[in-house]
């Protein structure tokens, strides 16, 4: 899950972690009275999406004057923001945090992620910092320092001295830096969160520490126990369709293609969206209905993937193992009765009950083109879908 800048800063706030002074604002009517309960004499105008590079994309703002604060983000509620993580649609803007100004100094990177390669959590930074980090870990891998930090003995003094020191940091402020890094680390592991990326993490004229940008996931198999955190859920920023799979304990994530796919497990979901690349297609989501479905969470399945209009074909990748592949077919001739299904159908079934389920396919009057195995599904979808 996805939360807002605002409140990951209000979070990483209550873990002792310096912000700077905002206020969040969710309607056009409030922008007048945060902009003047935060004083100037430099307001930062900022929209709130669940996506990064919105500087670029014009939605944060540098305001030096109460009249261009109000203008700037009197523009800015309601605006699509177009970044490199959003669709060519973009996202409306019904967010936007008002900030209090700083001098800046110097401008660092600094972030936390699960390293599932090590089993630790990786503590990264970057003299780099305020740019893409993407293109830094591509360009100038050496730009970036990497610290694991053992789950055994946790976070201590000297984690935070090498990353003091490699972000160039004397004096006083390498004292500071090392609290504050604890403090975020321990945000991270008390809150459960996958990714926590501050960037920038400021060092201003008056030589304080500010985390200046904040964005912060977490697991979603944690959230219950953080019902603070899943009270933050702004489900207007999340896919309809996948908070509607969620509702039947579906894995389903939205893609750009055009093929819709439905398979049981999430290996073979991965493997099968590979091959329809590799036969010079495109999926439209990645679909995992499970081991255990029944045939009305097939069906469901079967309508979300068809509620997406740029499908323009559907494949079906079924492993009979737990999942049977009778209760599949029954699933697929349910939906295709509430749903009409006017895009080309290809249907692969292999294991537990596999003749059961293809005869069920055979004579249930809906059109259905079967494959032989993967490849050969993925090659037919693939020609069905451009026609050829």
């Known amino acids: 899950m996805n939360i807002h800048e605002y409140q990951a800063k209000q979070l990483l706030s209550e873990y002792g972690v310096p912000t700077p002074k905002g206020i969040a604002v969710t309607s056009p009517d409030e922008i007048t009275q945060a902009i003047k309960d935060m004083g100037g004499p430099i307001w930062v105008i900022k929209a709130q999406i669940h996506a990064g590079g919105r500087g670029k994309a014009g939605g944060?703002?540098?305001?030096?004057?109460?009249?261009?604060?109000?203008?700037?983000?009197?523009q800015m509620f309601g605006k699509n923001l177009i970044t490199h993580q959003t669709t060519s649609a973009g996202k409306e803007v019904n967010r936007i945090y008002v900030e209090e100004g700083c001098n800046i100094d110097n401008e660092f990177y600094l972030g936390c992620l699960v390293n599932r390669a090590s089993g630790q959590v990786t503590i990264m930074a970057s003299q780099?910092?305020?740019?893409?980090?993407?293109?830094?870990?591509?360009?100038?891998?050496?730009?970036?320092?990497?610290?694991?930090?053992?789950?055994?003995?946790?976070?201590?003094?000297?984690?935070?001295?090498?990353?003091?020191?490699?972000?160039?940091?004397t004096g006083p402020i390498v004292k500071d830096c090392i609290s504050i890094i604890g403090n975020i680390y321990k945000a991270f592991c008390e809150t459960d969160s996958s990714i926590l990326e501050i960037n920038p993490l400021v060092l201003t004229n008056e030589k304080k520490l500010i985390a200046l940008d904040a964005k912060m996931n977490f697991d979603d198999n944690a959230l219950f126990r953080h019902k603070n955190i899943e009270d933050m859920r702004d489900e207007t920023e999340e896919e309809p369709a996948e908070l509607e799979a969620a509702k039947f304990d579906l894995s389903y994530i939205k893609l750009d293609g055009n093929i819709g796919c439905m398979v049981n497990g999430a290996g073979l979901a991965m493997a099968t969206m590979d091959i329809i690349k590799l036969s010079g297609g495109e999926p439209a989501?990645?679909?995992?209905?499970?081991?255990?479905?029944?045939?009305?969470?097939?069906?469901?399945?079967?309508?979300?993937?068809?509620?997406?209009?740029?499908?323009?074909?559907i494949l079906v990748n079924i492993f009979g193992g737990i999942m049977r592949c009778d209760?599949?077919?029954?699933?697929?001739?349910?939906?295709?009765?509430?749903?009409?299904?006017?895009?080309p159908?290809?249907?692969?079934?292999?294991?537990?009950?596999?003749?059961?389920?293809?005869?069920?396919?055979?004579?249930?009057?809906?059109?259905v083109i079967?494959?032989?195995?993967?490849?050969?599904?993925?090659?037919?979808i693939v020609r069905l879908t451009l026609g050829t």
Not at 328 to 343: C, F, L, P, S, W
């Open 345 to 367: 159908l290809v249907v692969r079934l292999e294991g537990t009950n596999v003749n059961e389920g293809k005869n069920k396919l055979k004579n249930s009057g809906i059109a």
């Open 327 to 343: 209760v599949i077919a029954e699933g697929i001739i349910t939906a295709a009765h509430e749903v009409k299904i006017d895009v």
């Open 370 to 380: 079967s494959a032989d195995d993967l490849e050969d599904a993925a090659k037919k």
């Open 60 to 74: 944060v703002k540098v305001c030096k004057s109460y009249e261009e604060a109000t203008s700037e983000a009197t």
């Open 128 to 169: 780099e910092g305020g740019v893409d980090i993407e293109e830094v870990a591509a360009n100038n891998p050496e730009k970036i320092i990497n610290i694991n930090v053992d789950p055994v003995t946790g976070y201590q003094s000297f984690h935070g001295r090498r990353i003091a020191f490699a972000l160039g940091l």
């Open 285 to 313: 989501n990645f679909l995992d209905v499970g081991g255990g479905a029944t045939k009305e969470k097939v069906s469901e399945a079967f309508k979300i993937i068809l509620s997406d209009k740029s499908v323009k074909g």
